[in-house]
């Protein structure tokens, strides 16, 4: 079994601060990407920011410069520093994994249950 647990969401206001949180767990093998995705209501899981284990980054387009990914693989957590928010960050956010679990033979993706990021004016 493999759990991905997230922390750290919640209401904020336009132009402040956040940070998220993830931790894999259970019978794990080898980790190779974590990332966070987000969704909007009304809109399409969409990707936010990934980091391998190698720790290369990718963001999306509508975050760079305001969001910052990093991770601890010695924990097997990634974290997500959300700054100058603005209201169309508000959505639930995903923790993903591509990893392999010990009783697997192939990396697959997991994921978080999400948590709420609500940004007001």
């Known amino acids: 079994q493999v759990q991905l647990v997230e922390s750290g969401g919640g209401l904020v206001q336009a132009g402040g601060s956040l940070r998220l949180s993830c931790a894999a767990s259970g019978s794990i093998f080898s980790i190779n990407k974590m990332g966070w995705y987000r969704q909007a209501p009304g809109k399409q899981r969409e990707l936010v920011a990934t980091?391998?284990?190698?720790?290369?980054?990718n963001y999306a387009d509508s975050v760079k410069g305001r969001f910052t990914i990093s991770g601890d693989n010695a924990k097997n957590t990634v974290y997500l520093q959300m700054s100058s928010l603005k209201l169309e960050d508000t959505a639930i956010y995903y923790c993903?994994?591509?990893?392999?679990?010990?009783?697997?033979?192939?990396?697959?993706?997991?994921w978080g249950q999400g948590t709420q990021v609500s940004v007001s004016s």
């Open positions: 980091i391998t284990s190698g720790g290369s980054t």
């Open positions: 993903n994994a591509v990893l392999q679990s010990r009783i697997a033979t192939m990396f697959r993706n997991y």
